[in-house]
């Protein structure tokens, strides 16, 4: 059986929790935060916010990479951990190969981070983020 390397040890997410958000302060700290800059969310079209990035990234649905709570938070404060394959190859990194994402841990509150990936969550198909996901065998 294939346990992926970040489901056990030092850095799992097990144990992993935070306070309960409030998705309609979240979604105030989406549009002052303005993450429409470089993304696109059903729903929240601004023309308003002038685009930071070529083509926008589009958050929520199934579109994206994202599975887990703890991915979600892991991609607002630490965006380069993760990144997807396909966004290397699209230019949504620099020539270090990090994000392009803005680094908000020096200007976001944690209670707007809570709040705000609560508003996030349900846009996104997840999976609860203390569940272990063993792999399934078709044979
Ligand atoms: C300057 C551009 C920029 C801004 C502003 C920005 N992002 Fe991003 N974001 C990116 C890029 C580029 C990626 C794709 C690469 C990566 O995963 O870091 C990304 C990825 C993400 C992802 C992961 C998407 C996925 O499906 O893998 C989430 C979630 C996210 N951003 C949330 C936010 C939120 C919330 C804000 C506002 C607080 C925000 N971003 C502001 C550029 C930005």
Redesign the pocket.
Known sequence: MYLGACTQGPDSPRGFSLPEGDPQAGEAV?IA???L???SLKGYEDTDIAP??DKK?P?GGDV???KTYAE?VT??IN??HK??MG?KREG??DEQGQ????N?NDVMTVTEMVN?VAF?QPQYQLKPFNRTNYPQYFP
């Not at 994000?99 to 803005?102: G, L, Q, T, Y």
Request: net charge positive; charged share 10%.
């Open positions: 989406f935060y303005q993450c800059a470089c993304h930071q990035l990234v958050l994206t990479k994202i979600l991609s607002v965006p380069s990144i997807a966004y949504y990194t994000s392009k994402m803005r908000y705000l996030l």
